[in-house]
Every structure is written in structure tokens, then in C-alpha cells.
């Protein structure tokens, strides 16, 4: 329905942070999407883009998440605490995030929107933009998506991870089920047990080994992931691990995110696509 009411924007330019993408890129790369249900792309940002957007994270404020068996306490945001830190992800405001000009830029990608917009057969809406670091801990937690889980927030959606230190397999590398994305690609015994965490035990009795993907790469690289699959952060043992999430999804429906507002956005990009393209920005106010 939504693939015919919002018929795809007809973008003549791909050309942004991915690549220069053909249409024929496009297409291969929602076909790989479809099929595997996440595509690592080849293009990765540049070494200044991730400096500038790691400059970002070591100064702007971010809150500590509650952490597995943790009271519920307010955290005020402050600097994260790199050396030192006492949790196990730090995030940061969406506010915040959408402020800043190189992630507006990105919000406003054309290479982004292409593939977002291919795989959702609609026009897609920017509904999630975040930012966390993810810190070393003995063990995984919960509250901070480090166990096996699928999302459900929107009717469709594909989240691009963007990697903004190096991930090797001790700084959590995220991980997902191939192929979990698809109709019944969730056995009912999982998901008989609700829309819970899932331990390694309970998810790799139901998939062969070549099927758990886990992606260490070196930063700047974009991950684009259908999360309806099973996935998760692997718990980080060394070091941490700072990711960039921007989420298209082919409507509001579902969900109910807190809202943010775009406001003079420093990007002449995003000026030019929100004028141009409403229904992409219309989570934002
Ligand atoms: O930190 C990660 O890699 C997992 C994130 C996650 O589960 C999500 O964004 O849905």
C-alpha cells in the first residue's frame, strides 16, 4: 500500500558519502539487502569525516544508559568519560545529533536516501538519528542491545551503522542473523518467547554457524541492516566502540519516538532536500 500511496521520489543523483552509485548499484545492493538482510558498503567515510564526528563525540554531552540490575537513576549528560568510564553505552541527544552539520549532511545523503529508499519501495522518512559509545564490561547487557533481539518499532525500516572507531573483535563488533530478516526467517521457538533478549545458546541451536555475521571493520564503514532480523552489539572487551545510526522507515506509523526539530539547519544539503523531498524530514518538526 505504502510502496503505491508514496510512490519512490524520482532521484536522478545517488551520488554521496556510499559512492557514485549507478541505478544498477542501487538495485544490486537492495537486492543483497533482501536477500541477506544487510550489505557492508565498499565506499567508507572519509578519515576527516570520522575525526570531525569523533572531535563531536568527546566533547558533547551524552548520558549513561541503565544498566542491567541498575536502580533507575537520572544521569545529568556530561563529557564521556573515555578513560574511566562507568557504564556500559552512553548516549547521545538526538537534539544534539541533528545539530550538527556533518550529520545533517549525512541525513541529507543522496547515496543514503538511494539505497533507503530502494529497499523501502516508498519514499522514506528519517526517524531515528543516533550516537553512542559502547564501553568495555565483563558481560554483555541487556539495556544496552548486547543479546540477540529484532525490532518491531515501524512497518518497514533499514537502520545504516556507521562506524566511527576501528571495530576489531574485541570492540563489540555488531552482529546479525543472515537471512533472519525474512518471512519466517524467525523460528517460532524463538519467537514464542516474545519480544525478549535472546542468549547465543538459545539463537545458534536454530541457525548454522554460517549464518552469524559479525562485522569488524575499520572506521567509516556503513552497514546497512533491515533490523526486523536478529541482531546485536557484541559486548565490548577492550578499548569501546563509537556508532553513528540514521533510520529510514516508510512511515510513522508504530513507534512513538520522541521528536526533535530541525532548525536552520547549518547544511545547505538538508535545506535543499527538506525543501525538495517534505516526507523525508517529517519526523522532525
Ligand atoms: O550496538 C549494536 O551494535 C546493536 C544496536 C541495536 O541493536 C540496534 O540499533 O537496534
Redesign the pocket.
Known amino acids: 500500500m505504502l510502496a503505491m500511496l508514496k510512490r519512490p521520489y524520482p532521484l536522478v543523483d545517488h551520488n554521496g558519502v556510499l559512492g557514485h552509485l549507478s541505478t544498477d548499484d542501487v538495485d544490486a545492493i537492495g537486492a543483497d539487502l533482501s536477500l541477506r538482510g544487510y550489505h557492508v558498503f565498499m565506499q567508507r567515510l572519509s578519515d576527516d569525516l570520522c575525526d570531525r564526528l569523533l572531535e563531536f563525540a568527546l566533547a558533547a554531552p551524552c548520558a549513561r544508559r541503565q544498566m542491567d540490575g541498575e536502580a533507575t537513576t537520572e544521569s545529568a549528560a556530561a563529557r564521556y568519560p573515555r578513560e574511566k568510564p562507568d557504564a556500559v553505552l552512553y548516549d547521545f541527544r538526538e537534539q544534539d545529533l541533528i545539530n550538527n552539520g556533518l550529520i545533517q549532511n549525512l541525513m541529507a545523503d543522496r547515496s543514503i536516501i538511494a539505497v533507503a529508499q530502494n529497499y523501502l519501495s516508498a519514499q522514506p522518512i528519517v526517524d531515528v538519528v543516533a550516537m553512542w559509545w ?1 564501553a568495555a564490561s565483563e558481560l554483555p547487557d541487556k539495556q544496552a ?1 548486547q543479546y540477540w ?1 529484532f ?1 518491531m518499532d515501524r512497518i518497514k525500516w533499514l ?1 545504516f ?1 556507521v562506524y566511527l572507531t576501528d571495530v576489531g573483535p574485541e570492540n563489540g563488533p ?1 552482529s546479525f542473523v543472515e537471512g533472519s530478516h525474512r518471512r519466517g526467517g524467525i523460528s517460532k521457538s524463538l519467537l514464542q518467547k516474545g519480544y525478549s533478549r535472546l542468549t547465543d545458546e538459545e539463537v545458534s541451536a536454530n541457525y548454522s554457524p554460517d549464518k552469524f555475521i559479525e562485522f569488524t571493520a575499520p572506521r567509516g564503514t556503513v552497514i546497512a541492516e533491515d ?1 526486523r532480523g536478529l ?3 557484541k559486548h565490548v572487551t577492550k578499548r569501546d566502540r563509537l ?1 553513528l ?1 540514521l533510520q529510514f522507515s516508510n512511515s510513522l506509523f508504530g513507534g512513538d519516538y520522541p521528536k526533535c526539530t530541525i532548525r536552520n539547519p547549518s547544511s545547505p544539503q538538508l535545506v535543499e532536500m527538506m525543501a525538495n523531498y517534505p516526507r523525508l524530514y517529517s519526523h522532525y518538526t
Open positions: 559502547s542491545a533481539h525490532d537502520k551503522f555488531h533490523t541482531h546485536k552489539g556508532v545510526q
